[in-house]
């Protein structure tokens, strides 16, 4: 996570290219370089070879090269003579460039944003240490840049010294498994039964846990069966337990987070941001072949849970910028972050996945709980 920062060179290397080719190079190498694990990502999750997953990994940067290549500009006057004033056009050209590839559609691929960096530089600082790290990256692309990377650096420092993870909320535990791809395929009894066993051990071995946390898909399909199941199993232990599952109807399936304790059990999240292209297939519900998982987009920012507004975040959301600053709007106490990351085995996905969660919490003074599947 510390090594964040560094993602701010980028606008610089940006502006200063000499040609909209070279920029759109920059932005290739950077962006492709975050989602380096991709490739070999998608030949696990597919059992198959490199190809497929090397082809999804230039498409997806597609909309990340196109805004910066668009919207580049061959440097000029403003960066030998900045006091004559620049360009006003030019000066909005990187901020447009952030928002864009923040939000929806083009943040739909928006991983490794720049802006991520702002809970090294400015742990604690909510909406000011975004705003500010905004500033640093568009003073980035202009002559005074070499200030704005010395106030980069002696941030760097400064934050590198007084590093601490993120705090964690008393009461909440995360349980990680290690079940590879057989997690939440399995529907037996005796799978449901083993997994809330396992969840109580764990929080007796804790003292006063109230609330387990389990990784995305640790339930499977959520059904009638598994909600009776489950309340059954968390009677007389006090437990409320936040897991994910998949909700699926005739038209597709919503990847969600439940919460289950033994005198109630609802749905309380729908993904807002499911994988494109594995999970979120838009077309076929264009071409009226339905399926797929649905993406929520906007919806349900944050969740209640046992007298905490949380912010979820489902396996993907975790990449990406727009849904954890939806979260961020309505003063969440905690993030609760889960995934599924079997198919991640030898890339650095999850590791990034983490980074990134531990960074807006650190950025937020929020605690994070993540529980992951490996």
Request: glycine share 10%; charged share 15%; net charge positive.
């Amino acid at each position: 996570m510390l090594l964040l920062p560094l993602a701010i060179s980028f606008p610089l290397l940006w502006a200063m290219a000499p040609s909209r080719a070279i920029a759109a190079l920059v932005s290739a190498g950077y962006f492709l370089a975050a989602s380096r694990g991709l490739p070999q990502g998608v030949a696990n999750f597919y059992a198959s070879d490199l190809w497929p997953g090397l082809l999804l990994w230039v498409t997806a940067s597609m909309s990340f090269i196109g805004v910066h290549a668009a919207l580049w500009r061959r440097p000029g006057h403003e960066f030998q003579s900045w006091s004559r004033g620049a360009d006003l056009a030019r000066v909005m050209r990187y901020p447009l460039a952030m928002v864009l590839t923040a939000l929806p559609p083009f943040g739909i691929t928006g991983w490794a944003h720049p802006l991520t960096a702002a809970g090294v530089l400015f742990p604690g600082w909510g909406w000011w240490g975004l705003g500010a790290t905004a500033i640093l990256l568009v003073l980035m692309t202009g002559r005074r840049w070499r200030i704005a990377a010395a106030v980069l650096g002696g941030l760097y420092v400064w934050s590198a010294t007084n590093w601490t993870p993120p705090k964690l909320t008393s009461g909440w535990m995360a349980v990680d498994l290690k079940q590879e791809k057989l997690l939440g395929r399995d529907s037996s009894l005796q799978y449901h039964r083993d997994l809330i066993e396992r969840v109580r051990n764990a929080a007796e071995a804790s003292q006063e846990v109230r609330v387990a946390v389990l990784p995305e898909s640790a339930l499977g399909f959520w059904t009638q069966t598994v909600e009776r199941v489950w309340r059954e199993g968390l009677r007389n232990s006090g437990l409320t337990v936040i897991t994910g599952a998949a909700v699926i109807d005739p038209g597709g399936y919503d990847n969600v987070m439940t919460v289950i304790s033994a005198d109630a059990a609802d749905v309380v999240y729908r993904e807002r941001m499911p994988v494109p292209g594995s999970m979120w297939q838009p077309w076929l519900r264009w071409s009226g072949q339905g399926g797929g998982a649905r993406a929520d987009f906007f919806g349900n920012p944050v969740a209640q849970v046992d007298g905490v507004r949380i912010a979820p975040l489902i396996c993907y959301e975790q990449l990406i910028v727009w849904p954890v600053l939806q979260s961020m709007l309505h003063a969440p106490g905690v993030i609760v972050a889960v995934g599924n990351g079997w198919w991640t085995e030898n890339t650095s996905i999850v590791a990034i996945q983490k980074a990134s969660v531990s960074a807006w919490a650190r950025l937020f003074g929020l605690p994070a709980v993540m529980a992951f599947n490996t």
